[in-house]
């Protein structure tokens, strides 16, 4: 029952005056340059729109109000979503309650039973073709509810409401662009309350962000030429700067799976000379790099990473209007845009200079990475703890293999014990160990795989520093505790959420091997075969797939002059090789592939083929 | 232990609301000399602790939630209601202090100077923030998101430096929760805050006083890494503990939870769940429960580097856990958890030196001692690695109630502990424990002791007294409860055991029209009558159901079902109360005849009993609104059901023509009768010259002729059913009277003799209701039998059909109740009544037939069957069958 009389339209002026008002100072907020100072006006002018219109919807709706009523509640919504820099439940019900309000004066509201927000939609545009003054302010609003349910990843409501906007009744409703592109808003008229951003506003930051949306949508999936397109339409149309880098890089990610790094390339340049976020183009630049082969500039692409990533750039103070960011999905550990954080992009550095080789640059990359991570008193800096990837204990057997790697065996002994120091806490206790293993009990503790391989990198250490003794007994303790691990142990409370990645069976069985071969050629050294002998028989029985493993047996037994066991060792070698290479792609963490590459024998193919002389000319005699 | 002297002493009034400070957001700390209140209003005192009074009083926007001090840089940062955070300076705290008179005063009365703080202390505005923590170079916040907790952190803001908030660094979301219902925008006061607490491994190499303030403790190495992982603890980095109103225990690794602003953390990899109260969270702390190192803890200075080995959180019901290190036999690093049941509600709490807890409830202040040395020693246990946590724990009373937040001073004396406590009536005092009672020299008292003997003996009556206050009226209450319940008691019985004859009490209900608001209403009159000796007193509740029948018209409606609570309040012996109700017309206009009253007396327990039970209600009552655990039985209340009335169309006829002319109504046909309207269209006068001019009326009459039902009822069990009130009246008469007997108009009736009326409904049709004597002659072997026929007519086809049911359910009643009294029919021809019988077996099947064909058919056809489907319905109600 709606009363058509309007409210005197003195109170009406007094109203729209009350909400130009409050739009101007929401602008001023916008201008202003100290960000405190801007939130707080920003929270007055919100808190006086949402007097406005508590005082505005108090009163029974009449049409000659409407207008200015939707506009504010437009207002309202579209300062509260950049104030708190998203949509929520709140946001539905006020359009929900603007739209009754319009039904409320066509007496179509019925019974007030549970309709969706589509079949209101519908009514009120319905409806609104009795009412053309009403016309601008439904469509700003439209543009909200558009904006929200592109939020919320409801497109097909979406493509139907925008059809229904369009008067279109042909036509599939599922061409969402289309539908987008063709809808034109009544242009605002002069004299109309003022706005905080008008439905053409809308519309073109709406086709921006569902683009986008779209691109990396299809990116993610591997819809690579659809993505393409999209990402090309959403980078033609009105984009703000770090949206555009955003799409940029979105478009080198996309060219360089298609195959086309140049023009990959063209794109990651672009985006880098357009703004302050250098973090995704970067890391996409290193990929390229990686992909072509080009190390040097793979390298350099990642330093300049960690320098961009160092700088914690104040983020500019988003606009109080619906912007394309606040569209976009969620920032996403895993999307292909995602860079991290300082240390991460560090990490990927100094683990990428192991792998090329360059172990000096790593070693220093890995000791700044430790200093950042531990030093900082004030909490500034993350671990490297995306998943899946290494845990902390794990960056420490990196830093400490990349050490001994470049020749720096006194350091990556000092990486260990600080590692074992600092961990002491949670280690079983040694001694009621000793004391255990003398009772014969069978409850053994169980030790995280990470402390057995900071004993073999120790023992590695001491090889490179000619220690002999210390090595073996390194070397020993590492097998001790190997071997009483095993994969299935459920890990106690001490073990980090990420020793997952290293305490696979496979990693098990390599370190086992790893540990014997290391402390067989230390008896090797000292020339003290037999022990040897029995080292690296333990270890190929241990891991029979590892042919470094035999191919030491095998020297062993030739040094000792076990002629017949060397042939039908060779034999069974020279069988494996023949055979289809297994799938050998276990990713092994890094610190054990480069431990294992220090004791791969470095003459495995000569010796090989002296074997098959030694061996086949008996026979052909 | 438990043989301390608690000596309390008063400090301070402050202003408190009416019915006394809730828990959970006041707030007191302590620093130095210095002690900050905060009583869950817009100020936060400042109070001397050694001068003795308050120095200052800030105003600040909002209500304020939550306190914390930075020491190290001397600021003060207060988390304001839905405004966000502040910070103040402590120089420019006591540079602003002014003297003030006696601060012992307990009048509330404010410091002289109350300063207001401006926006421009704001350091962090946000309207959703709910918990945060300081660290020293970090500020974390719990923000209360739309469907999730948020932790961010921020670059500490300092106080008065640059304006600019610090940037944020890092930002993860915790679990879901429900957010509360309020109104929307303008959310509830949430009843619980999540909790928020700093707990640092002990080799952090960052300076430690950094670290102060009352949510921050350093962990044993051992506790550290069994609790928040190997990661956590090679990178030395605090870890923010967070226990939510949901019971969840959760933690977050601070150097973990840096993360760019474009990309919050990932809370799988960054949250981790330690355990689940299932009550809400209303304090965490850390303990140091070793006796060894207990001794050594005690001679450094409280605040100084101790190391706890016992993580303590409190639920707001009283679970209590207690988490420890342990090795098990391999030697093995495994936690011991234990959880206790302490009383509750428990409205704050706070960790003392050695393994103490103090926690308050509404009745006491209780502690509890975790500490080794308190249970027996187990001499088999190996003597390395931590003690046990004693399987019970026994609370120790205090003797001080109600105080809703406490705090353990740093100014402790030698060998006890000194607790600043603030109750729930406003005042502020000190709790001063002599944990070695055993101390001599209590005997020797001095003359010079003696005053201050004195003066804390009064203190102590004064405790006393606040606590016999709430204790009596806590009883009283009770007391009152079981007079109530007595009643209820006496009451149901009455009406229980009373099933022959009138009811003790009873309600009765009567129909009538009124004229309310322009429009005519049938309202129905309740009248409770009281005629037991017993007085219906508080909390009892007389329900009024009314039930409508479903739509005629629309099979598939059902009925719906109002139900009107009115409290009895009280209604003693032989007393009444009439409640009147509004029957119809509803909304739309119509009435869904018939209408069933039903009146039922509610008793709610809850009401009575549950206010008394609930241990945790008292004047400071924060807790009235909440369900009291586990001491309510099953089901809410009693239910007495009283009386159950049907209102149908004969009941609710209306007679214009009866009334005298002068107070006639106005005519009630309803204005827009769209047949009416549409005959009205048809007739022109004039339109056909000749023809004589045709009424609606006339019109009506030869187009759509009044719909008819009757019912034969044999005379003579007519007469024998109303043998007392047809004595001297023709029976047609009576038997009208008898119809309409509920009828405000059976007076008129029976004084005119009338056999036949005409009246209208409720929704403005006519009815005429004939009853005439007619012979049969067919039906009986032994000559024609006098019957009475009852015949209904209406222009309306819904009417006639309510008319018919009712008076076919008064027929009903009459039957069966003669047939009570064994009257038996005269002889009838068997033939007959078969013939009849099959007659209408015919027409039923053809009704069935021809709704089928209705339902199939297009518009043109269906014209004709439901016609014919009209006329068979005419037929049925129209049967030769006559009631014997």
Redesign the interface.
């Known amino acids: 029952m709606s009363l058509q009389t309007p409210p005197d339209s003195s109170c009406l002026d007094l109203w729209r005056e009350k909400n130009d008002q409050l739009v101007r100072q929401a602008k001023v907020a916008q201008d202003s340059d100290?960000?405190?100072?801007r939130?707080?006006l920003a929270?007055d002018a919100l808190e006086g729109l949402?007097e406005l219109l508590h005082s505005l919807q108090g009163l029974p709706a009449a049409v000659p109000v409407l207008p200015l009523e939707l506009t504010v509640t437009c207002n309202f919504i579209i300062l509260k979503t950049s104030v708190t820099q998203g949509f929520?439940?709140?946001q539905a019900?006020?359009i929900q309650w603007g739209l009754e309000r319009v039904l409320e004066t066509q007496e179509q509201l019925g019974p007030r039973l549970e309709r969706g927000l589509r079949d209101l939609w519908d009514s009120v545009l319905y409806a609104s073709s009795l009412l053309p003054e009403l016309l601008p302010a439904l469509h700003r609003l439209a543009g909200l509810q558009a904006a929200l349910w592109l939020s919320t990843d409801h497109l097909r409501d979406l493509a139907l409401l925008l059809q229904t906007l369009n008067g279109s009744q042909s036509g599939s409703s599922e061409d969402l662009l289309l539908h987008l592109k063709t809808w034109s808003p009544p242009a605002e008229e002069s004299d109309a309350p003022l706005t905080l951003q008008d439905a053409r506003g809308l519309r073109d930051v709406l086709l921006t962000a569902f683009t986008y949306r779209q691109g990396l949508q299809e990116l993610i999936i591997g819809n690579l030429p659809k993505a393409l397109s999209s990402l090309h339409e959403a980078a033609s149309g009105l984009c703000p700067r770090p949206v555009l880098v955003q799409v940029y890089t979105a478009l080198g990610t996309c060219l360089r799976k298609m195959g086309n790094p140049q023009r990959a390339l063209v794109y990651l340049i672009e985006a880098l000379k357009g703004g302050s976020?250098l973090?995704p183009p970067l890391l996409e630049a290193s990929r390229l790099y990686q992909q072509l082969g080009d190390t040097a500039a793979e390298l350099e692409s990642l330093e300049l990473l960690v320098e961009a990533?160092s700088v914690?750039h104040?983020?500019e103070a988003p606009q109080l209007l619906i912007e394309v960011e606040l569209l976009l999905p969620?920032?996403?550990?895993a999307s292909p845009l995602?860079?991290?954080?300082q240390s991460q992009a560090k990490h990927l550095l100094a683990s990428r200079c192991l792998q090329t080789g360059r172990a000096e640059d790593a070693a220093e990359h890995y000791l700044d990475l430790l200093a950042l991570?531990?030093?900082?008193?004030?909490?500034?800096?993350?671990?490297p703890?995306?998943?899946p990837g290494p845990?902390?204990?794990e960056v420490?057997l990196e830093a400490a293999a990349a050490l001994i790697q470049a020749g720096r065996a006194q350091d990556a002994l000092t990486v260990c014990e600080e590692?074992l120091s600092?961990?002491?806490?949670?280690l079983?206790?040694?001694s009621?160990?000793w004391k255990?293993d003398r009772k014969g009990?069978k409850?053994?503790?169980?030790c995280?795989l990470w402390v057995s391989a900071t004993h073999l990198l120790q023992g590695q250490a001491w090889v490179q520093l000619g220690a002999q003794k210390e090595a073996v007994s390194e070397f020993s303790w590492c097998l001790e505790l190997l071997f009483r691990a095993t994969p299935e142990d459920k890990e106690?409370?001490?073990?980090?959420?990420?020793?997952q990645g290293c305490k696979s069976d496979v990693a098990l069985q390599q370190l086992r091997a790893a540990a014997l071969i290391s402390r067989g050629l230390e008896w090797v050294a000292r020339g003290q075969d037999t022990k040897a002998l029995q080292d690296f028989l333990l270890s190929v029985q241990m891991c029979p797939g590892n042919q470094d493993a035999s191919i030491h047996l095998l020297q062993t037994l030739r040094r000792l002059d076990r002629r017949d066991e060397a042939t039908a060792l060779w034999w069974r070698l020279e069988a494996q090789t023949k055979l289809p290479q297994k799938d050998t792609t276990w990713s092994l963490p890094l610190y054990l592939e480069t431990c294992l590459s220090w004791i791969r024998p470095s003459d495995h193919e000569t010796l090989l083929e002296e074997f098959r002389i030694s061996v086949l000319e008996p026979r052909d005699l | 232990m438990a043989g301390a002297a608690p000596r309390v002493q008063y400090l301070a009034g402050l202003c408190c609301p009416l019915g006394g400070l809730a828990s959970g957001k006041p707030r007191v700390l302590c620093h130095e000399a210095e002690a900050f209140l905060s009583t869950g209003s817009e100020l936060v005192y400042v109070y001397d602790l050694e001068g003795g009074l308050l120095t200052a009083a800030y105003r600040f926007p909002g209500q304020v939630w939550y306190l914390e001090l930075l020491a190290p840089r001397r600021a003060l940062y207060v988390l304001c209601a839905r405004k966000g955070i502040y910070c103040l300076s402590l120089d420019h705290l006591s540079r602003r202090s002014t003297s003030q008179d006696d601060g012992d005063s307990e009048d509330g009365e404010l410091p002289s100077s109350v300063i207001p703080v401006g926006?421009d202390a704001?350091?962090l505005?946000d309207?959703s923030l709910c918990a945060f923590t300081v660290l020293?170079?970090?500020l974390v916040t719990l923000v209360q998101g739309?469907t999730q907790w948020k932790m961010q952190?921020f670059e500490c803001p300092c106080p008065g430096g640059d304006?600019?908030?610090g940037?944020q660094?890092?930002e993860v979301e915790l679990s879901t929760y429900t957010p509360p219902a309020g109104v929307?925008?303008k959310p509830a006061d949430p009843r619980f805050l999540p909790v928020l607490c700093c707990m640092s491994p002990p080799?952090s190499?960052?300076?430690h006083r950094h670290l102060w303030g009352s949510g921050s403790f350093t962990l044993?190495?051992?506790l550290?890494?069994?609790?928040f992982?190997?990661?956590a603890?090679?990178?030395?980095?605090?870890v923010i503990l967070c226990g939510l109103p949901d019971g969840q225990l959760c933690s977050v690794v601070?150097?973990?939870?840096?993360?760019?602003?474009?990309?919050?953390g990932?809370p799988?990899?960054?949250i981790?769940i330690l355990h689940h109260l299932e009550e809400p969270v209303i304090f965490m702390g850390a303990l140091k429960t070793e006796p060894k190192a207990e001794e050594a803890a005690e001679e450094t200075l409280p605040g100084e580097d101790v190391h706890f080995d016992c993580l303590v959180a409190l639920g707001h019901y009283g679970r209590m856990l207690a988490i420890k290190a342990s090795?098990?036999?391999?030697?093995?690093?495994?936690?011991e958890l234990r959880e206790y049941c302490l009383p509750g509600p428990v409205l704050c709490a706070a960790c003392g030196g050695g393994g103490r807890v103090y926690h308050s409830t509404p009745s006491d202040l209780c502690m509890v001692d975790l500490a080794r040395g308190s249970a027996p020693l187990d001499p088999t246990q190996p003597e390395?690695g931590p003690g046990g946590l004693p399987p019970l724990l026994c609370p120790a009373s205090l003797s001080a109630c109600s105080v809703v937040t406490l705090s353990v001073s740093s100014r402790a004396p030698e060998g006890g502990t000194e607790l600043l406590a603030l109750s729930a009536k406003g005042r502020l005092m000190t709790c001063s424990l002599d944990l070695n009672s055993e101390a001599p020299g209590l005997s020797v008292v001095s003359r010079a002791n003696t005053g201050q003997k004195i003066k804390e003996l009064l203190s102590g009556i004064g405790t006393v007294s606040e606590r016999v206050s709430f204790l009596k009226k806590a009883v009283d209450q009770r007391n009152k409860a079981l007079t109530s319940l007595n009643e209820a008691m006496n009451v149901s019985c009455a009406l229980l055991s009373s099933r022959e004859g009138p009811k003790p009490i009873s309600c009765t209900t009567t129909t009538a029209w009124s004229r309310l608001q322009m429009q005519d209403m049938l309202t129905a009159t309740c009248l409770l009558e009281n005629r037991s000796a017993f007085r219906l007193g508080q909390g009892w509740t007389l329900c009024v159901q009314v039930l409508t029948s479903s739509s005629a018209l629309d099979l598939d409606s059902a009925g719906s079902a109002t139900t009107y609570t009115i409290p009895v309040d009280q209604l003693s012996p032989g007393s009444q109360r009439e409640v009147t109700l509004p029957l119809g017309p509803g909304e739309n206009g119509t009435f869904d005849l018939p209408v069933t009253v039903s009146c039922t007396l509610f008793y709610s327990l809850r009401e009575v009993v549950g206010r008394a039970l609930a241990p945790s209600d008292s004047f400071e009552d924060p807790f009235l609104d909440e369900d009291p655990p586990n001491v309510l039985p099953e089901q809410e209340g009693i239910c007495l059901p009283l009386s159950r009335h049907t209102v149908d169309l004969l009941q609710s006829l209306r007679f214009p023509s009866l009334a005298p002319p002068c107070t006639q109504a106005p005519p009630l046909r309803s204005p827009a009768d769209p047949v009416d309207t549409f005959l009205e269209a048809c007739w022109e006068p004039g339109r056909e010259p000749g023809s004589q001019p045709v009424g609606p009326a006339s019109l009506r009459a030869a187009y759509l002729p009044p719909s008819v039902a009757c019912i034969k009822v044999s005379a003579e069990l007519l007469r024998a059913a109303l043998e007392d009130s047809c004595s001297g009246v023709p029976l047609c008469c009576a038997t009208l009277q008898w119809l309409l007997a509920e009828n405000a108009a059976v007076d008129v009736v029976r004084a005119r003799a009338l056999s036949s009326i005409q009246g209208v409904a409720p929704d403005g049709a006519d009815i005429h209701l004939i009853v005439r004597e007619v012979a049969v002659t067919d039906l009986c072997p032994a000559g024609p039998i006098q019957v009475v026929e009852i015949q209904v007519e209406s222009s309306s086809l819904a009417d006639v059909c309510r008319a018919h049911h009712a008076v076919i359910g008064r027929m009903q009643t009459m039957v069966t109740q003669q047939a009570a009294q064994g009257s038996s029919p005269p002889d009838l021809r068997v033939q007959y009544l078969r013939q009849i019988h099959a007659n209408h077996e015919t027409l039923l099947r053809e009704v069935q037939a021809l709704r089928d064909r209705l339902c199939m058919e297009d518009e043109a056809s269906s014209c004709t069957t439901a016609q014919r489907l009209l006329q068979v319905y005419k037929q049925l109600r129209n049967p030769s069958l006559v009631l014997l």
Not at chain 1, 338 to 341: A, S
Not at chain 2, 224 to 227: C, K, Q, S, T
Not at chain 2, 254 to 264: M, Y
Request: charged share 20%; aromatic share 2%.
């Open positions: 100290l960000s405190l100072r939130q707080q929270q949402r929520t439940e709140d019900l006020d976020t973090g990533l914690t104040s983020s969620r920032p996403d550990p995602h860079c991290g954080t991570l531990l030093d900082g008193s004030e909490p500034r800096f993350s671990p703890h995306s998943l845990c902390m204990p420490f590692l600092r961990a002491s806490s949670l079983p206790k040694m009621q160990l255990d009990t409850d053994l503790p169980h995280p106690q409370g001490a073990a980090s959420n990420c020793e | 926006p704001c350091v505005p309207a020293d170079g970090t739309p952190l304006p600019q908030p940037g660094i890092g929307p925008g080799a190499r960052a300076p044993k190495e051992a550290f890494g069994l609790l992982g190997v990661d603890t090679l990178l030395e980095s605090p601070l150097k973990a939870l840096v993360t760019s602003r474009s990309a919050p990932d799988k990899a960054l981790k090795w098990d036999k391999a030697g093995n690093l495994v936690p390395e």
